[in-house]
Structure formats: C-alpha cells, structure tokens
C-alpha cells in the first residue's frame, strides 16, 4: 500500500462515519444484530465469455458518496480500468492492458476492497461490543 492508496482513505472515512459517539450507539445496537455478511453469488462452472467494454464492479460501503467502482473501457484496441471514489470523482486510470488483465484487476480490487471492509466492519464491531463488556463489568449501563 502506498500512502496515498485511495482505497485506504475512504476504509478511514467509512470507520470514522461507522464508529458512532456512545451515545448513538446504544440505539443502533438492534439494527448491527441483524446485519449479516454480503456473500458474492456463486461463479457458475462454464461461464460464457465476459464482454469487457463497460464491465464494471462496485466496492461495499455505506453511502454511494464514497463507494469505490471499477470500470473497464476499451480505446485504441487497448482495455483501460478507470477506479472512481463516488459519483463525480475524476477517475484514477490504469492501462493499457490486455482484456484478461483489465477483468482480473477490476475482480480483485473488488474483492480485496470488500474483504478489506468485512474486517473493518468486524473490528468495529468487535470494539463496541468489548466496550459493553468493560461498562458491564465495571457496575456502569
């Protein structure tokens, strides 16, 4: 990861949006006991040839604001992956490539952005509920 890795920056704003004051907290408590894990859909065994022109993939997230999306282009004969944070960001362009590179790279940055989010997610949640357990074992509500 570099410094200034835009998957990085937006995983700190989606924490600091998730992680409520205590306050807040203790209301949202019944809406995270019913969230469960995203699961992708399966890959079926014999796939028919994906059409990469216009191939795109969208990172997990709270809010669209701040939502990664992946999406392939072709110019010139070469494929190009624009990455965008939101709805009107200028893109981010990688390329040229082959048409099998720019499909595997738009699959796993999604993949690793929405594997990067299910641990933040889970360490939050982990935090909070750590959190009611200190509060409970030290006589506080």
């Known amino acids: 990861m570099t410094q200034g890795d835009p998957?990085?920056?937006?995983?700190?704003t989606i924490a600091s949006i998730l992680d409520p004051p205590e306050s807040?907290?203790?209301?949202?408590?019944?809406?995270?006991?019913e969230q469960r894990p995203v699961?992708?859909?399966?890959?079926?065994?014999?796939?028919?040839?994906?059409?990469?022109?216009g191939y795109s993939k969208?990172?997990?997230?709270?809010?669209?604001?701040?939502?990664?999306?992946?999406?392939?282009?072709?110019e010139n004969g070469d494929y190009y992956v624009?990455?965008?944070?939101?709805?009107?960001?200028?893109?981010i362009?990688?390329?040229p490539m082959s048409r099998e590179a720019a499909i595997q790279m738009v699959d796993d940055r999604e993949s690793d952005a929405r594997r990067r989010f299910e641990q933040l997610k889970s360490e939050m949640t982990g935090r909070g509920a750590a959190a009611n357990l200190v509060g409970k074992d030290s006589g506080e509500a």
Do not use: Q
Request: charged share 20%.
């Open 7 to 12: 998957t990085d920056n937006a995983l700190a």
């Open 24 to 33: 807040r907290r203790e209301a949202e408590k019944p809406a995270l006991a």
């Open 39 to 53: 699961t992708p859909p399966p890959i079926p065994a014999v796939a028919p040839p994906i059409e990469a022109h």
């Open 58 to 74: 969208f990172g997990p997230g709270p809010m669209a604001s701040i939502r990664f999306k992946w999406t392939i282009r072709l």
């Open 82 to 91: 624009d990455e965008t944070i939101g709805e009107n960001s200028t893109p």
């Open 93 to 95: 362009v990688s390329g």
